[in-house]
Nanobody, 128 residues
């Protein structure tokens, strides 16, 4: 059974930093692709960041160089390092996984409907 567990959310002031973690279990690391999404209050879920198999990241335009997406393949963990946080970053942050049958993940920011497995989310609140 595939499971994704996010952690690391919290409340920070504008300009602060947080690092989110997503631990994936129940599936071989090369058989799935993982991405970060978020859902701001009253808005639709949107893609935040994704990493290709060869380590090339892609970020949503609103990231503007503030986030990075390091990963630890040995620990099946994907991170979302967020710096210079803004109140507009307040959202429930999710990681999600989709199977790949070619053992390759591109760095395309795919829509949420393409992802099959979701974590429970971790709340990030940024105050001004």
């Amino acid at each position: 059974q595939v499971q994704l567990v996010e952690s690391g959310g919290g409340s920070v002031q504008a300009g602060g930093s947080l690092t989110l973690s997503c631990v994936v279990s129940g599936v071989a690391s090369r058989s799935y692709c993982v991405a970060w999404f978020r859902q701001p209050p009253g808005k639709e879920r949107e893609g935040v960041a994704v990493m290709s198999t060869n380590g090339t990241p892609r970020y949503a335009d609103f990231v503007k160089g503030r986030f990075t997406i390091p990963r630890d393949n040995d620990a099946n963990t994907l991170y979302l390092q967020m710096d210079s946080l803004e109140p507009e970053d307040t959202a429930l942050y999710y990681c999600a996984a989709r199977p790949t049958y070619s053992n390759y993940c591109s760095n395309a920011l795919r829509p949420s409907g393409d992802y099959v497995y979701w974590g429970q989310g971790t709340q990030v609140t940024v105050s001004s």
